[in-house]
């Protein structure tokens, strides 16, 4: 399509033309209704010039009858301006007057006429006149009138004004409605060609934001967030691709290996019944993960619904620190609560459930001062977090202990656990927080890596934020999550702005 | 454990011949159906301790079979089968009439162990009792107390909970999703083995002290509460 074409194509365009047209009619009725008062104004003096020049005659009249009358018709015929006199008798024969022929009848009827005329010295034809008739006695008749030249130039001018002043108005509206447009058009291009890029696969791209806050300002700004997100569910995908290729083709080789190991070899019964024990275990680890990524790419692609309710949170960390008290205990840490009265909130409780047992989970295992298996409880645990480093070795203070804290801070509520253990290094804080990331010192000890992105994904389903600090010594991880405000806000997700 | 009469509605027959063939080795009856109008017909006419429906299958959804049977009175109880797995899918499931929700893919132990706890909620089944009795253990659900022998046990409230949810289905296999389920009211997989730390907590205090156990451990499956002495 041509440039014109898409211009006559765009509703700036179609606008600027539809006010355009109003415009011109506003315009016609105004210099219509101009003109008709102006006409209507000439008529009136015109019809009260004719009569007093009618009550001038009819005195002379009075004073010395026709004859007079006859004369003073004469004289003031002679007379330039634009008067018209008549006089005839009975016959209708001209007596006096400077109107050499009228339509036939006019002069029959008494009163104001308007007539075509010709003068008595023809200097122009198709004359016109508006004229009083006056019928006399002994048939005579008089015409007093005045010709209308004036009126029609007076008309001509409206007309040739309003002609004018609809192609100004044409023009000036044809120039705004372009310089729109194109105003317009223009940025559009530019969204459109930048939206093209980034549907081509150059997913950095973002749309340019002027700062105007105009309605395409908030537009692009809207889309940009909008990329973000997908940018970022985009990421995800592909990260879980790579992760899944990588976590779970291992397993599941090494439950193929088995498998064939224990076909190859000609085992006796408990050989087989061993090696397909080994196969369950090894499914079930798999469908854990399986399950957790599911969970994961749920909370991930945002609000869930259905799962959302009011519920008192820290009721619910109460409950899971019940829940997993006795194996702290078991395992010689103590499980210390702290929990603030009646904070509500709106949200999964089953997944914040979940996610806070995780964090006291991860907590346990790896939140003693010394690694080596301190925790025999947990030995048999199989689908486990991301590990804290625990490379450089530090030796802390024996402080086993492990707490759990929900408290309201500001608008949010945080729900904090926070461990003596070795801590994870602040350079790999991030990191952890993405699928099957496991730290050194973890990889030889049960877990999955999806502990820590199950709750930074419950989190940002929440619009929250998982925070991970250093709790010198130790780890305190931080799930913060908006509080319920009133009755009950709907938790939508929000969008990070775009990078 | 008297047989019982289970009806399986599921359209996948490798899976619906392997849950027959394995109710069946474990001594229950078991009919299949293999898609949702059949599934109901079945249903409707035959008198079925539970029934085990799968949510998507063919001509009729599993979700609107069980609206259908409700809405009929046939009060059977359904396990619903599913590969939906979710929170959500679940409270779905519930809502539209299900007694029982298992994901896919499922444990053996763990389905047998629902289906057979499923089974003793009939409608036309006795009053709850309020105190439950077996090998000298009493727990009286109305005013807390449990005494073995005559002698009262201190129990924390969800250690009572528990030996309740145990007692109630006395003779029968408990799995710890079960029992994470309906006492602590989560759906998540225990990551560790917190159950059996509560479980050998409770059985610290109601066996120690006496003989014959009571709380026994059925190796991959869960936690069995029975009157070994009878």
């Known amino acids: 399509m041509t440039a014109l074409g898409k211009l006559f194509r765009t509703t700036a365009f179609q606008l600027s033309l539809a006010f355009l047209v109003l415009t011109a009619i506003g315009a016609g009725l105004v210099l219509g209704a101009v003109a008709w008062q102006v006409q209507a104004l000439v008529n009136e003096e015109i019809t009260s010039t004719i009569d007093a020049e009618a009550a001038g005659l009819s005195e002379q009249y009075a004073q010395g009858g026709i004859r007079q009358l006859g004369l003073v018709i004469e004289q003031r015929s002679r007379e330039p301006g634009s008067s018209l006199y008549l006089l005839t008798d009975f016959a209708g024969q001209p007596l006096a007057g400077n109107v050499a022929r009228l339509p036939q009848g006019v002069l029959d009827r008494p009163g104001f006429v308007e007539t075509a005329y010709e003068t008595v010295d023809q200097v122009a034809p198709d004359r016109r006149a508006l004229a009083k008739i006056f019928l006399l006695p002994g048939g005579f008749r008089l015409l007093v009138g005045h010709d209308l030249r004036d009126r029609a130039r007076i008309g001509a001018v409206v007309v040739r004004a309003l002609a004018t002043s609809l192609i100004f108005l044409a023009a000036l509206g044809a120039l705004g409605g372009l310089f729109v447009a194109r105003r317009v058009l223009r940025r559009i291009d530019a969204m459109s060609k930048s939206a093209h890029a980034i549907m081509a696969g150059d997913m950095s791209q973002r749309l340019t934001v002027i700062g105007s806050g105009d309605e395409l300002d908030r537009l692009a700004l809207n889309l940009n967030e909008m990329l973000g997100r997908i940018d970022e569910l985009m990421a995800g995908l592909r990260e879980v691709s790579d992760n899944i290729a990588h976590d779970l083709r291992t397993p599941l080789t090494r439950l193929r290996n088995h498998a064939e190991a224990a076909l190859r070899h000609d085992g006796d019964k408990a050989g087989y019944r061993a090696a397909l024990e080994r196969t369950i275990e090894e499914s079930d680890g798999l469908i854990k993960v399986f399950n957790a990524l599911l969970m994961i790419a749920r909370a991930e692609a945002g609000a869930d619904r259905a799962g959302m309710s009011e519920f008192d949170v820290g009721q619910a960390a109460r409950g899971i620190a019940e829940l997993y008290e006795p194996v702290a205990e078991q395992a010689g840490v103590a499980l210390r609560l702290d929990v603030e009265p009646g904070l509500q909130l709106v949200g999964n409780r089953e997944l914040i459930g979940q996610t806070i047992a995780n964090l006291l989970d991860n907590a346990l295992k790896y939140g003693a001062p010394s690694i080596p298996s301190v925790l025999p409880a947990l030995a048999s645990s199989s689908a486990g977090e991301e590990a804290q480093a625990c490379g450089e070795a530090k030796t802390h203070a024996a402080r086993i202990e492990v707490s759990l804290s929900v408290r309201r801070v500001d608008d949010a509520i945080e729900i904090a656990v926070a461990d003596h253990g070795p801590g994870i290094a602040a350079a790999d804080r991030t990191r952890v927080l993405g699928r099957f990331v496991r730290l050194e010192g973890a990889r030889s000890r049960p877990g999955s890596g999806l502990g820590l992105s199950l709750a930074a994904a419950v989190a940002r389903m929440h619009g929250g934020t998982v925070r991970l600090e250093d709790n010198d010594p130790g780890l305190r991880v931080v799930l913060a999550l908006p509080a319920a405000a009133g009755v009950s806000e709907p938790a939508i997700p929000r969008l990070k702005s775009p990078r | ?230």
């Open chain 2, 1 to 230: 454990m008297s047989p019982m009469r289970i009806l399986i509605i599921e359209d996948d027959r490798d899976a619906a011949a392997y849950l027959t063939k394995a109710l069946r080795e474990v001594g229950h009856i078991a009919d299949h159906a293999a898609d949702g109008l059949a599934g109901y017909d079945l249903a409707r006419e035959g008198a079925y301790d539970v029934a085990i429906v799968d949510r998507m299958l063919p001509k009729m959804d599993g979700l609107s079979l069980i609206g259908a049977l409700r809405a009929q009175n046939v009060e059977t109880p359904v396990l619903i089968l599913s590969a939906l797995g979710q929170v959500d899918d679940r409270v779905k499931g519930l809502r539209a009439g299900g007694d029982d929700y298992l994901a896919k893919p499922y444990a053996f132990s763990e389905l047998l162990a629902r289906v057979e706890v499923l089974a003793r909620r009939r409608p036309n089944g006795a009053a709850e009792e309020t105190v439950y009795r077996l090998g000298g253990l009493e727990l009286d659900r109305l005013s807390h107390k449990v005494t073995r022998a005559g002698e009262e046990i201190i129990l924390q409230p969800r250690e009572f909970r528990l030996l309740e949810y145990l007692m109630q289905h006395a003779g029968k296999v408990v799995t710890r999703t079960m029992l994470l389920e309906h006492v602590w009211d989560y759906h998540f997989d225990p990551q560790t083995n917190v159950i059996d730390v509560h479980v050998s907590r409770l059985r610290a205090k109601i066996d120690r002290d006496f003989d014959a156990p009571l709380l026994h451990t059925i190796r991959g499956a869960g936690y069995m509460i029975r009157d070994s002495a009878r």
